[in-house]
């Protein structure tokens, strides 16, 4: 399941400012991992400096465009959580390796899943897809549902040299994941997806 941690942060009172706070995201970061690696052979740990950095960057980025949420407030949130995405990739704040009780071969269907084959990736898709749709719920808009190829192991390994070569296509892989209509020439520009279109006029200072 790509969304372990959903329920459980859904039940945060006000989470739409919670989420702007680096302590929840922190709390709910790591909780989002004890969830996905509870029955994994992996072991995650954090750099909380990095996780910071992703943090700062992405609220620098928020809060210049959250004037965009007047308009098509659910797109918004999926596209901040994009955002928080492309962050945490660029900042590279999880590291895995094998626990030292795991068993030195997987069985065939586990190490085919994704947390297994690029575990940085599935795990703050995940983070940012429950938090985006725990936000959702919580306004009463349209959740984004996980789409079938999301469990497709060649959709993660595209997605993981794509986004080598440009950080911003995560945004796009973001939308894929939840079943949005990606812009992959300037998947980070939120003027240009459909639902803000000409948006940037609007600006506010």
């Not at 703050?124 to 984004?144: K, N, Q, R, W």
């Amino acid at each position: 399941m790509l969304t372990p941690l959903k329920d459980e942060i859904a039940t945060l009172p006000d989470l739409a400012h919670e989420a702007r706070r680096f302590r929840t995201i922190l709390r709910s970061f790591e909780r989002n991992l004890d969830l996905l690696f509870r029955d994994s052979p992996l072991a995650a740990h954090v750099d909380h400096a990095a996780l910071a950095t992703a943090f700062a960057n992405w609220r620098e980025r928020f809060d210049a465009t959250k004037h965009l949420a007047d308009i098509n407030r659910q797109d918004f949130v999926i596209y901040a959580a994009g955002l928080m995405l492309k962050e945490l990739l660029a900042a590279h704040p999880l590291q895995t390796a094998p626990r030292e009780d795991a068993p030195s071969r997987l069985d065939g269907k586990l190490a085919l899943h994704p947390l297994n084959s690029w575990p940085e990736g599935y795990a703050y898709t995940s983070f940012c897809l429950s938090v985006a749709g725990a936000i959702l719920h919580d306004m009463g808009l349209a959740e984004p549902e996980a789409t079938p190829q999301s469990n497709d192991p060649k959709f993660w390994a595209s997605f993981r040299e794509n986004v080598a070569e440009n950080p911003a296509a995560a945004v796009a892989f973001f939308d894929l994941v939840c079943g949005n209509p990606p812009n992959w020439d300037a998947p980070d520009v939120p003027w240009l997806r459909r639902a803000f279109a000409g948006a940037n006029l609007l600006a506010k200072n």
